[in-house]
């Protein structure tokens, strides 16, 4: 990737997590936790990876993504936001009531969403769907979806891995988010999947371990995916949840909470420290 690209992605990771985190604090509830740790590679997948386009947001030959752990909405809708999906300005009504950023990703009311999610491990069962209708279809485009590390013990992760892989769905490429922390505690006390990477092959898939904050590295990854034929592929990104904010990171209590202003303060101030010139 040429430096003049990464700083330009890498700048809009830091402005997205901005934006995610100024929405959780005005809503004053959310997940900044997991929304933090995938800001990276939304921001990559909407910005150089996908074939989309936000002024034919319907269009059929698009790709898709789902957002399987749909609490990571924050982080989403702020990258939808910034390739022009929605104005800017409706982050900051997120978890209103009245208005259509709702805590979970929801496809009815949110321009770009390709799938609501909120009950974990539905997500990538809708993907597999899209996927395979595609093949169906001979269409071109591809699928992706997002997991959280603490989601996949969900039995329906592994039933759609299996589908996946039995109908050779090479148009697919999934990905956790391991940054090995969920609500109750670390993954590995809470629910141990390690291997992922040899459980997924098991399953009949390709699968990648890497770093989900190195651009470079994700952009190898995806087009890696890309290339890969008659299996579908899983990307295991090596996440720090919280990414960004020094007392966020790796804190399970900032799974699902909001900063009160101190917090909120301190974490802007870091975040925008990070920008390059």
Same mark, same amino acid.
């Given at each position: 990737?040429?430096?003049?690209?990464?700083?330009?992605?890498?700048?809009?990771?830091?402005?997205?997590?901005?934006?995610?985190?100024?929405?959780?604090?005005?809503?004053?509830?959310?997940?900044?936790?997991?929304?933090?740790?995938?800001?990276d590679?939304?921001?990559?997948?909407?910005? =150089? +990876?996908?074939?989309i386009?936000p002024?034919?947001?319907?269009?059929?030959?698009?790709?898709?993504?789902?957002?399987?752990? *749909?609490?990571?909405?924050?982080?989403?809708?702020?990258?939808? #936001?910034?390739? !022009?999906?929605?104005?800017?300005?409706?982050?900051?009504?997120?978890?209103?009531?009245?208005?259509?950023?709702?805590?979970? +990703?929801?496809m009815?009311?949110?321009?770009?969403?390709?799938?609501s $999610? !909120?009950?974990?491990?539905? =997500?990538?069962?809708?993907?597999?769907?899209?996927?395979? #209708?595609g093949?169906?279809?001979?269409?071109?485009?591809?699928v992706?979806?997002?997991?959280?590390?603490?989601?996949?013990?969900?039995?329906?992760?592994?039933?759609?891995?299996?589908?996946?892989?039995?109908?050779?769905?090479?148009?697919?490429?999934?990905?956790v988010?391991?940054? *090995?922390?969920?609500?109750?505690g670390?993954?590995?006390?809470?629910?141990?999947?390690?291997?992922?990477?040899?459980?997924?092959?098991?399953?009949?898939?390709? $699968?990648?371990?890497?770093? *989900?904050?190195?651009?470079? $590295?994700?952009?190898?990854?995806?087009?890696?995916? #890309?290339?890969?034929?008659?299996?579908?592929?899983?990307?295991?990104?090596?996440?720090?949840? *919280?990414?960004?904010v020094?007392?966020?990171?790796?804190?399970? =209590?900032?799974?699902?909470?909001?900063?009160?202003?101190?917090e909120?303060?301190?974490?802007?101030?870091?975040?925008?420290?990070?920008?390059?010139?």
């Amino acid at each position: 990737m040429e430096n003049a690209k990464r700083k330009e992605l890498s700048n809009l990771a830091t402005q997205a997590r901005m934006l995610a985190l100024d929405a959780i604090y005005t809503a004053k509830s959310g997940h900044p936790g997991g929304s933090l740790s995938i800001v990276d590679v939304l921001t990559l997948l909407y910005n =150089g +990876v996908m074939n989309i386009d936000p002024a034919n947001s319907k269009d059929p030959d698009r790709d898709r993504l789902v957002l399987s752990k *749909g609490h990571g909405a924050p982080a989403l809708y702020a990258v939808l #936001a910034q390739r !022009g999906y929605f104005p800017v300005e409706d982050l900051k009504h997120l978890r209103n009531v009245n208005y259509h950023l709702s805590g979970h +990703v929801e496809m009815n009311h949110v321009n770009g969403i390709d799938m609501s $999610a !909120g009950s974990l491990g539905q =997500g990538i069962s809708a993907a597999v769907g899209m996927a395979l #209708a595609g093949k169906l279809d001979h269409k071109n485009y591809r699928v992706y979806a997002i997991m959280g590390d603490g989601e996949i013990t969900e039995g329906q992760i592994w039933e759609a891995a299996l589908v996946a892989a039995h109908y050779k769905l090479d148009n697919f490429c999934g990905m956790v988010d391991v940054n *090995g922390l969920q609500i109750d505690g670390p993954t590995e006390k809470v629910m141990n999947t390690a291997p992922l990477d040899e459980k997924f092959r098991a399953f009949g898939w390709h $699968a990648i371990n890497v770093d *989900g904050h190195d651009l470079d $590295a994700l952009e190898k990854a995806f087009a890696e995916a #890309a290339a890969t034929k008659d299996k579908p592929t899983m990307l295991l990104l090596q996440t720090v949840k *919280g990414k960004g904010v020094s007392f966020m990171e790796n804190q399970v =209590g900032w799974h699902g909470k909001a900063p009160n202003a101190d917090e909120y303060q301190q974490a802007m101030a870091e975040l925008k420290s990070q920008m390059e010139v």
